[in-house]
């Protein structure tokens, strides 16, 4: 059974930092784009980054953009979100997603057909 962990959330300071990952298992992860998403309360679920299988493409929202990384180690089967100078607006549940890869629409969340359960990041101002 596919199946996507992620890890790594929690509570931080405005200007802190966090790094989620999200543990892959029952697919073929390296030929997988992988992307993370966010979904603030009374909000829509909204992009924040992906990487391509080989981790040589990796859009970002403009919002995130400069502070936020993604990678990811094939060898691990895992994808991460190292998040730096973070502020009270990047609270929201964050989703690990996974698709067969692709060259287009990686903002497009309906795209995704594996996701996470979510992992809680709060900044507190």
């Known amino acids: 059974q596919v199946q996507l962990v992620e890890s790594g959330g929690g509570l931080v300071q405005a200007g802190g930092s966090l790094r989620l990952s999200c543990a892959a298992s029952?697919?073929?992860?390296?030929?997988?784009?992988m992307g993370w998403f966010r979904q603030a309360p009374g909000k829509e679920r909204e992009f924040v980054a992906a990487i391509s299988p080989g981790g040589g493409f990796k859009p970002y929202a403009d919002s995130v953009k400069g502070r936020f990384t993604i990678s990811r180690d094939n060898t691990k089967n895992t994808a991460y979100l190292q998040m730096n100078s973070l502020e009270p607006e990047d609270t929201a549940v964050y989703y690990c997603?996974?698709?067969?890869?692709?060259?287009?629409?990686?903002?497009?969340?309906?795209?995704?057909?594996?996701w996470g359960q979510g992992a809680q990041v709060t900044i507190s101002s």
């Open positions: 029952g697919r073929a992860f390296s030929t997988s784009d």
């Open positions: 997603a996974a698709r067969n890869g692709r060259r287009v629409l990686f903002t497009n969340p309906n795209t995704y057909d594996t």
